[in-house]
């Protein structure tokens, strides 16, 4: 882990000359190797593209933990007394199963101190690292309680073919599950029924999951969605949640893979990923797919600082 911070990343204006609590991220930002407490937020990045590349998808990916943490920088700290950079798992190898079983190493150790981990992708292979991670933490406490796999996603990411992908990573988690004799549920929210071929909801009827298609989670349903989300939330003892950017409409993310042309809102998405958190049941979430290199004006990257500063808030 690191022992120090990037000052090139973790930078931003100084209005100490202000009235009031100015302080941005920046000024409460800590290096793991400083140590890390129970309730800390943490961040990890996940850089990496090789499961886009073996997706056959538009890389660019690996640069987003950076990019994410530029803007958090920035951003005011309200509430946070201080938030705890563990750093990156780099593949730039092409080894992705070494790589995700090294992101998993983090996860579990960030959980075992007690504190809040959010991952910043990187390709939705960050699923796979992600959910190793806690799963690893659990059965070190020999907690057998069902999880809630959320994932807000325009795709299902249930691809059965290997090598593995940034298309496989739930179809991974499901033959872990199966094998391991693991409770859990897979919800999708914001599929998109042009995104996603018969076979991949077949697959989905085959996991258990439940779905709500992209144009089922617009603003006008959301009470509804919320409720059912609930229901979900009560049967689950434990939650991880992974979104992936590129369920927003274009406009509002046109920094990933594959543009939504729908899309879910941000508020939706958002309200989604708070209602989640309040249950007292979020373990560890992740953000993936965010695209620095296909971005506009950082659109895409704020979009996921702003959803990563409300997940990881006191």
Same mark, same amino acid.
């Given at each position: ?17 202000? $009235?009031? #609590? ?18 800390? =937020? ?13 997706? /056959? ?5 690996? /640069? ?17 007394? $201080?938030? *705890? ?20 190493? $983090?996860?579990?150790?960030?959980l075992?101190?007690?504190?809040? +981990? ?12 992600? &959910? /190793? ?7 070190? /406490?020999?907690?057998? %309680?069902?999880?809630?796999? %959320?994932?807000? #996603? ?8 290997? +090598? ?5 990573? &739930? ?5 872990c ?15 998109? $029924? ?9 697959r989905?009827a085959?996991?258990?999951? *439940? ?13 509804p ?8 939330? =009560? ?8 979104? #992936?950017i ?11 893979? =594959? ?16 209602? *989640? @958190?309040?249950?007292? @049941?979020?373990?560890?979430?992740d ?24 997940? %990881?808030?006191?």
């Amino acid at each position: 882990m690191n022992t120090g911070l990037d000052p090139a990343i973790w930078r931003a204006r100084d209005d100490s000359a202000e $009235r009031g #609590d100015t302080r941005r991220l920046a000024h409460v930002a800590t290096a793991a190797g400083q140590g890390i407490a129970a309730g800390d =937020a943490v961040l990890i990045g996940f850089a990496c593209d090789a499961g886009v590349a073996r997706n /056959q998808g538009r890389i660019g990916a690996a /640069q987003a933990p950076a990019a994410i943490r530029r803007v958090l920088a920035g951003l005011p700290a309200h509430g946070y007394r $201080r938030l *705890v950079d563990a750093g990156d798992v780099a593949c730039d190898d092409g080894q992705l199963e070494a790589a995700q079983d090294r992101l998993a190493d $983090r996860v579990a150790a960030v959980l075992q101190a007690g504190a809040r +981990p959010l991952v910043l992708g990187g390709g939705h292979e960050v699923a796979w690292g992600t &959910f /190793q991670g806690l799963r690893r933490w659990l059965d070190g /406490q020999g907690d057998r %309680l069902p999880v809630l796999v %959320l994932n807000l #996603d325009a795709h299902f990411d249930l691809r059965t073919g290997r +090598p593995a992908s940034s298309g496989t990573p &739930f179809d991974q988690i499901a033959e872990c599950c199966a094998a391991g004799g693991h409770a859990w549920q897979y919800a999708c929210y914001g599929v998109s $029924r042009l995104g996603n071929t018969a076979a991949l909801y077949a697959r989905a009827a085959d996991v258990g999951a *439940v779905w709500i298609e992209d144009h089922d989670l617009q603003e006008r349903h959301l009470e509804p969605c919320l409720a059912g989300l609930d229901s979900l939330l =009560a049967a689950a003892g434990h939650v991880y949640l992974t979104i #992936d950017i590129d369920v927003l409409p274009a406009a509002v993310a046109p920094g990933v893979s =594959a543009p939504a042309a729908y899309g879910v809102p941000l508020t939706v998405v958002e309200e989604i990923a708070l209602r *989640v @958190k309040r249950s007292g @049941k979020l373990r560890v979430a992740d953000l993936a797919e965010c695209n620095p290199a296909l971005d506009l004006d950082q659109r895409t990257a704020r979009v996921a600082a702003r959803l990563a500063w409300q997940l %990881l808030a006191p």
